[in-house]
């Protein structure tokens, strides 16, 4: 009841899914650590968004989550940190590892401030990341890769081009981001989509971030997710 009116006052409709977990108020029911609480505090943001408090328990949970929801509404962090609880929850790295968390985005000016926010938050983790787009040159991009990064960060074209010449794989991924999943079918990515997430093992964590919700970025949902959970913020039609 409470929840309902919560929802309903942020305007928070929760349109699939079965088990949904009930939204967080606050920060810190997130349950996140203390050097991502820290780093939310330093950035002043007075309480979550609609969308982060719902998500972040959503994502948290560990199921498959079809996030819709208008740009500015803060859903990079909505994803990017329970992204880092699920590394911290993960063995380390070893030699030869890829990363464990691939967010892929459209464009080269999303993957870099998608970076951004991975790396202030991540400042007081071992978390560490690296953007991998097109048209940069791809000697500084391998050199991460072949470091070692828990998180990529990439447009499709390029993560490609690293895979088939073997600088990451993507075996050890086990949480896998599509933002601006609308953004990237209207760009043609879905072929792309499609060979990327056919290398990725089937029990990952799958979630998917949009603006809007039309037939195709349907489609891909019900491809590439497995009995998602859905959050939908705002009075768009359906
Ligand atoms: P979207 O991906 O939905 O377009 P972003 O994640 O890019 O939105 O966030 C938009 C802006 O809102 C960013 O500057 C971000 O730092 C800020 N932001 C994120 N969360 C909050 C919050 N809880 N309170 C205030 N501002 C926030
Ligand atoms: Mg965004």
């Known amino acids: 009841r409470e ?3 919560f929802r309903k006052e942020k305007e928070m409709k929760v349109v699939q899914g079965r088990g949904v977990p009930k939204p967080i108020t606050s920060f810190e029911e ?3 650590p203390p050097y991502l609480l820290s780093t939310i505090r330093a950035q002043g943001f007075p309480a979550p968004t609609p969308i982060q408090c719902q998500a972040w328990p959503m994502a948290l949970s560990g199921r498959d989550v079809v996030a819709i929801a208008q740009t500015g509404s803060g859903k990079t962090i909505s994803f990017a940190l ?3 609880l699920h590394i911290n929850a993960q063995p380390l790295l070893a030699p030869g590892d890829g990363p464990i968390a691939l967010i892929l985005a459209p464009t080269r000016e999303l993957a870099v401030q998608i970076q951004q926010e991975c790396t202030k938050f991540g400042s007081n983790s ?3 990341n690296t953007a ?3 048209g940069a040159p791809k000697g500084p991009q391998i050199r991460d890769l072949q470091k070692g990064v828990e998180i990529v960060i990439a447009t499709p074209g390029r993560l490609i081009d690293m895979l088939e010449t073997q600088k990451t794989n993507l075996r ?3 949480y896998l981001v599509m933002d601006e999943a609308d953004r990237m079918l209207d760009m043609g990515f879905e072929p792309q989509i499609r060979k990327i997430v056919g ?4 029990d990952r964590q799958t979630l998917m971030f949009s603006a809007t919700w039309p037939r195709d970025v349907q489609r891909l949902a019900n ?3 497995n009995d998602f959970i859905q959050v939908n913020i705002g009075s768009m039609e359906l």
């Open 132 to 134: 991998i787009y097109g």
């Open 3 to 5: 929840i309902e009116e």
């Open 223 to 225: 491809d590439f997710l």
């Open 30 to 32: 997130t349950g996140f």
């Open 126 to 128: 071992r978390i560490r």
């Open 82 to 84: 329970p992204a880092m």
């Open 199 to 202: 290398q990725i093992r089937p």
């Open 172 to 174: 050890r991924v086990t």
